[in-house]
Every structure is written in C-alpha cells, then in structure tokens.
C-alpha cells in the first residue's frame, strides 16, 4: 500500500475529520494522518486513566498552538492557552515549531500562534525552520484558517516582538483569517497574555466546522512536570545559604558563586532550567533618584492609579537604572535636546544604542534638565522585572539547593559608579541567611540528552560555563556513559578559570572526556573558543556524526554567532560540504533538538 493510499485509509478510520471543508487531496490526506495521530494519542490517554481524558457526549473542535520559544515563557503561555481551551470544550493540541512541517499547515483550521523575539529582532531557534517555510513564496495557501498570535518581547530590545508581528502579517498574506488582534507583551507578559488568552480562544472555539461525535478530549500531550504553585505573583522566597566569589584578586571582573535552599518547598528543577531571581534596586540608587526630585522616600505617589511609599515603589517596583523608551522620548521632547531627538526621530537603533551605552536614568536625568515630576517620573518607568538566570547545578548532586554563577556588573561613567541591578543586589546587598524572591523556569530542549551514551559538546565561556557545571554534575549522578566535551575560556587562566577544581577533577575522573581552554589574554595572539573548534574540528564533527549534541551558553552578540560560524565551517569543512549542504546539516541539529543555545 503506498503511502497516500495508507493516509486515506487512516482517514476513514478518524471519525471527525471534517468532509465539508475544500481542502484539496494532498491537504486531506495529511489532516486524515494529523487527525489519526491526535486520535490515537486521545486514546493513549483515556487508557491511562486520566481525569481529563474523560469522553463527552458532544464532539470536540481539534485547536492547534504553536510556540517559537527560547527560554521557555512562550510555551509556558501556549500550555496557559490550552488550558483554557479545554474549558471551552476545544481538544488543544500545544506543538513545537520545530516539530510541524509547513505541509501539515492548512489543515490546522483553529491555529494559535505564540512566540518570543530572540536577541534583535530574530525568530527563536525552534521557530526558525517553519519559519524559512512560511515566509517562502511557494508556502501553501491557508484560507480555511483561523488565528491569532501572541508576541512575547522586550522594549528594551530592537525589534521589538518583531517574530510575532512577522507571523501576524504572513498568516494574513497567506488567506488566514484574523479572530483576534495581535498582543505584543513587554518583560511584564503575564497579565497581557491571560487576557489574550481570555478573549480569542471563546471566539475561536466558535469558528470553523463541527468534529464528529465519539472523539475522547486530549490531556494536553505527553506527561508533563507538575505545574510550579510558584511564579513572578507568588514567588518562593529561598534562603541564601552561600555567596562567594570564584575570580581571582587579579581578576578585570567580579564573577560569583550562589547557593539558596529549597528546603521545605517541594520545589524542583532539571539541569539547563533557569532561576528568575526578583531582586531589589540598590539603596544608593534609590537615594540618587530621591535627591534628584528633591522628595522622600515616605512621601506618597500614585503609580498606576494606586497609592504607594515612594521608597518602596522604587526599590522593589521600578526599573529605575535601565531607561525605558518612553522615559528617553519624554526628556527629549521636554528638554529640547537637538542631538537626542535627532536620534529618537531617525529611527537609527544603533546610533542610539552607542549614545545611550551604559547610561541610566540618573545619568539622563541630569543630563537633560527639565520640568518633570516624581510621579510623571515614575509612570514613565517600566515594572522592575525578574532576571533570569541559567541554574549551574544538579539537584541530583546537591539536593534541595540550587546554584547560580553570575557576573557582577559594576563600572564607572562620567564620574558615577554604577552597578547592575540583580548582580550586585546578591553580591552586595542580600545577605547570607536573606531570604530571596524567586521562580523556575523550565527549558526543556536545553538539557541533558535522554540517552545516557549520547555525546555532549558544550561551549560556555566565562559565566557561560554555568549550565555546564549542572550538566556535568547531572552526567555523574546518572551514572551516564556518554563522552562530555567542555569548552571554557575567560581572559586570563590565573584569575578566570571558575570552578577550576571541580573541572580539572572532572576530568582526572574521566567523566568530563576532553576539555579545551582558550585565555583571550595569556598569549600574544588572542585565543578564544571558536578557535579551539577549529582546531579540533575532524574530532567535533565526528563527535555530531556519532549522534552528538552540540550547547552553547553565554554572549549572543559575540560569542555565540562566532561559535555558530566555526561549526558551519567545520561541518562543511570535514563533512565535505558545501556551504548550503552544512547550513542543512546545521538545520537539522537543530530541528532534532541537537543544536541549542542559552545565550544572552
């Protein structure tokens, strides 16, 4: 039987495959294959014995979400999204980018898009294949569409939400149909994204054809973690039980070491999970913002149409180092100021960006001069927003902590000493014994690979290494037989190499495989990862070709897209491929979840 005469038979088989909607042959053969896997998942399901699998008399209308995500929040508000559409009486169906092919588009009637931004304006990593896809001019028609898109994004960034605006306008392009505006969601995504949620999926449960009757509702998919009782509105508060610092004396940066207790919470993670961290502004930094107005850390404002304590409002509410842009164009409207609004007026991002490099609003508000009040002040500035911060244990190894390795940001402009917010509120502000406000958040595609004899090459300098630590430590406690491959670098060997100890002890116990070091600063000629790939470039590619996953964490504007160009070189290079054929190679790492990055 070949293999379209097998989709039709499956499609016979699927008892609400919808027969009255004009898909043509190739469009109905597939959906009769994509229903069949979703009924027979359903049916996986029921047998389980879940709750939520339970038959209903009346049939249920099949909505498929898609989320490009990087970290991990777009899924999470796809998984929110579905939800929801279950009480509405829909079967949602929550899939990775990576996993669709634009084939099996037009036969999603119901579609829900919900993606992130990634670094200036770029898709997610998963979303990036469908995306090539769709935006081609060959991409297939989707008139018997239904949609809508969330875009999760951050005002501090270029482009702005830009993968969800593209989504939102190619569905448009390609005869979808719109249920509902687009929402694009600023660091603070929360609130706008349930109420999204809360006004497409009723309209979209009402679209499109009825599914047959005698369909048992999903559950969601496979399996997932137990939902976390803790998030940015109900954070854990854990204990700080340890805070030194990993870089030598001679060290040009401040690198430090974070232990907090989980103690008593239930609370769990996976090695390559992220720590969200609410920290608090500094105390010399809400004394500046004070002086400037001239006012009281009692006095009393009105943020958001609520009464608040000015001191606590700007220690624990606001972002009151890094300016918001709408704080940036106020000053300059009001101020006069030529130059800035020349910038603000000629869209030119870059220009600005170098104008604004390591400003705050202090800075800013010194600099420009003009009528503006505490409370104009504060509504102008965005919600303080957690941080987060990629996990550098196992719990596996050190049970009901978690572990962080951050660089403190600290340097000196103009005559001010300035300071990075979350960094130094741990280093210098938090005590041992404090406790602190935080949250998980998974990353389930940044992890350890399944197969215990897989290999892993991770690429993580300086701070970069952190997930690695977690990763390795994770390898051990498995008892995991698979080859590990570390690449680290920082500037100087004597003064940067974190976690030396537990490295080169890693590597004396013959868990971690080979290791490869790159100090920019020790040599004449500065070395750095990329070069180290290179060097060992017949061996990497064997290590991929053996089924290898291939990580990398830290800088995304140097490092990583440095590291992405050596391993297509590589790749072409031992592979005997030609630039097309590796970038091919590449994609497929990645659709295979083999390729990820964590980076920043």
């Known amino acids: 039987m070949s ?19 004009p898909f043509n042959e190739e469009q109905r053969q597939w959906m009769g294959g994509f229903l069949a896997g979703l009924h027979s998942r359903m049916l996986v399901q029921a047998s389980a014995g879940g709750a939520a699998a339970a038959p209903t008399a009346a049939a249920q209308k099949p909505l498929t979400i898609l989320f490009g995500s990087q970290t991990g929040n777009s899924e999470a508000m ?91 306008e190619r569905l448009e392009q390609l005869g979808a149909q719109r249920i509902g505006d687009r929402v694009d969601c600023d660091v603070d995504f929360e609130a706008p994204s349930q109420a999204w949620i809360e006004a497409v999926v009723p309209v979209i449960a009402s679209k499109g054809s009825d599914a047959g009757a005698g369909t048992t509702a999903p559950a969601g998919g496979a399996p997932k973690k137990a939902k976390s009782k803790y998030s940015r509105s109900n954070p854990l508060e854990a204990e700080l039980t340890c805070k030194k610092v990993l870089s030598g004396k001679g ?29 608090e502004n500094r105390p010399d930094l809400v004394g500046e913002v004070v002086a400037h107005f001239g006012v009281k850390t009692d006095d009393s404002v009105l943020w958001n149409d609520v009464p608040h304590k000015l001191g606590q409002l700007l220690t624990e509410g606001l972002e009151i180092r890094n300016p918001s842009k709408e704080l940036i164009a106020e000053l300059a409207e009001r101020n006069g100021d030529e130059e800035l609004t020349r910038l603000l007026e000629n869209d030119d991002n870059e220009a600005l960006n170098d104008f604004l490099w390591g400003k705050d609003c202090v800075d800013l508000l010194k600099a420009y001069p003009c009528e503006i009040s505490i409370e104009e002040f ?27 390795t951050i660089g403190s940001v600290r340097y000196n402009q103009d005559g001010r000493d300035h300071n990075g917010v979350c960094s130094t ?46 990763f390795l430590e994770e390898r051990q406690a498995r008892g995991a037989q698979g080859d ?50 290179r060097e ?52 497929k790492l990645k659709k295979e979840k083999r390729y990820v990055r964590d980076v920043y």
């Open 3 to 21: 293999s379209s005469d097998k989709n039709k038979d499956t499609a016979q088989q699927v008892p609400f495959l919808p027969q009255d909607i």
């Open 78 to 168: 796809a998984e929110e999204a579905a939800e929801a559409a279950r009480s509405q009486g829909l079967a949602p169906v929550v899939l990775d980018m990576d996993d669709v092919d634009v084939a099996q588009l037009p036969a999603m009637e119901r579609l829900l898009i919900v993606t992130s931004t990634y670094g200036e304006g770029e898709m997610p990593d998963n979303a990036q294949a469908l995306w090539g896809a769709v935006s081609a001019d060959d991409a297939p028609k989707l008139e018997n569409t239904f949609f809508s898109v969330l875009a999760l994004g951050d005002t501090n960034y270029d482009g702005f939400c830009v993968a969800g605006q593209l989504w939102d």
């Open 251 to 279: 060290s040009s940066k401040e690198i430090m070491h974070f232990e907090f207790s989980l103690a008593g919470s239930g609370e769990s993670y996976n090695a390559g999970d992220a720590l969200n961290v609410i920290a």
């Open 378 to 404: 504060c509504a102008l500035c965005k919600a303080l927003a957690p941080r987060a911060y990629s996990i550098s244990s196992s719990i596996n190894a050190h049970a009901e902590e978690v572990h962080l």
């Open 425 to 470: 509120f741990l280093a210098d502000v938090a005590n041992e014994g404090n406790k602190i406000k935080c949250y998980f958040s998974p990353n389930k595609n940044f992890a350890v690979p399944e197969d215990n004899n897989l290999p892993m090459i991770m690429v993580g300098p300086g701070t970069g290494i952190a997930p690695f630590r977690a």
């Open 484 to 533: 590990n491959w570390l690449f680290f670098g920082d500037r100087n060997k004597d003064n940067d190499f974190i976690y030396r100890d537990e490295i080169e002890a890693m590597q004396e116990s013959g868990l971690l495989t080979k290791l490869d070091l790159a100090f920019s600063r020790d040599q004449t000629e500065k070395i750095y990862v990329q070069d180290r790939m």
């Open 536 to 587: 060992s470039g017949a061996e990497l590619f064997a290590w991929l070709e053996r089924g290898g996953y291939f990580y990398i964490c830290g800088d995304a504007y140097r490092m990583a897209k440095d590291v992405d160009d050596a391993l297509h070189q590589l790749i072409a290079e031992h592979g005997k491929l030609s630039p097309n054929d590796a970038d091919a190679y590449v994609a």
